[in-house]
C-alpha cells in the first residue's frame, strides 16, 4: 500500500499551489479520499474529502471558498488546489484513503484505512 504525496513547497501569502498524491487502484478505488494537515504544535485536522466518484464532497470551514479537492479515478490520484493561500495555512498535508466509499465520518480520523507521507506548505506573509 502506498499513497504519495507530492506539491508542497514555500509560496507568499495570496499565492496558489496544488498537491497531488498518487496511489494504486487497489488502494483507492470504490474509497472515499481526504486530505488533512498538521500545523507546527497542533493536532492533524480535516481538510478536504471527496466520495470515490467524486460526486460528493465536505470541506473544513476555515478552506471553504479557497481550497478545491478532486480526483480522477483513472490516474488513481486526488488532488488539492489551494488558493488565496495564508500564513495559517503552514502545515505538512496528509493524504488518506477512507474505509468507505461516501463521506461517513470523513472528518474523523478513526475513519481512514491508509494514509501518506505528508508533504510540506509553507506560506510566507
Known amino acids: 500500500v502506498q499513497l504519495q504525496a507530492s506539491g508542497g513547497g514555500l509560496v507568499q501569502a495570496g499565492g496558489s499551489l496544488r498537491l497531488s498524491c498518487a496511489t494504486s487502484?487497489?488502494?483507492?478505488?470504490?474509497?472515499?479520499m481526504s486530505w488533512f494537515r498538521r500545523a507546527p504544535g497542533k493536532e492533524r485536522e480535516f481538510v478536504a474529502g471527496?466520495?470515490?466518484?467524486?460526486?460528493?464532497?465536505d470541506y473544513a470551514e476555515f478552506v471553504k471558498g479557497r481550497f478545491t479537492i478532486s480526483r480522477d479515478n483513472a490516474k488513481s490520484t486526488v488532488y488539492l488546489q489551494m488558493d488565496s493561500l495564508k500564513p495559517e495555512d503552514t502545515a505538512a498535508y496528509y493524504c488518506?484513503?477512507?474505509?468507505?466509499?461516501?463521506?461517513?465520518?470523513?472528518?474523523?480520523?478513526?475513519?481512514?484505512?491508509?494514509w501518506g507521507q505528508g508533504t510540506l506548505v509553507t506560506v510566507s506573509s
Open positions: 471527496i466520495s470515490w466518484r467524486g460526486g460528493d464532497t
Open positions: 488518506a484513503v477512507s474505509l468507505w466509499p461516501a463521506l461517513r465520518g470523513v472528518r474523523s480520523i478513526a475513519s481512514y484505512r491508509y
Open positions: 487502484s487497489r488502494t483507492s478505488s470504490n474509497n472515499a
